[in-house]
């Protein structure tokens, strides 16, 4: 999984960036494409305009991505509540 934090001025070059994305798009592929953070940043990587700091972590990372992940995370979650990792209520102080 991927988390990122940004400055606020990575929203000026996701700006730019984003005119010349539509700009390339034919009106057929238009609500199929998508303008991908990973490749935004690995083009900016490769014109020396931005850096990345890589933190790692040994936790284990759940998503959602379709419908039929949903059980799957669930019960995970429900084993880190089980194990202490979790409160039950996760914003109860």
Do not use: H
Not at 18 to 33: N, P, T, V
Not at 48 to 68: I, M, P, R, S
Not at 69 to 75: G, I, N, Q, R, T
Request: a negative charge.
């Amino acid at each position: 999984m991927n988390m990122w934090g940004l400055p606020p001025r990575f929203l000026d070059m996701l700006e730019d960036g984003f005119a010349e994305f539509l700009d390339g798009l034919e009106d057929c592929e238009a609500m199929k494409k998508e303008y991908l953070l990973p490749k935004i940043i690995d083009k900016l990587l490769a014109e020396k305009k931005a850096q990345v700091t890589l933190l790692e972590t040994a936790d284990k990372w759940f998503g959602v991505t379709y419908k039929d992940d949903k059980a799957v995370v669930v019960e995970a979650i429900k084993a880190l509540i089980e194990q202490g990792v979790y409160k039950k209520r996760l914003f109860d102080f």
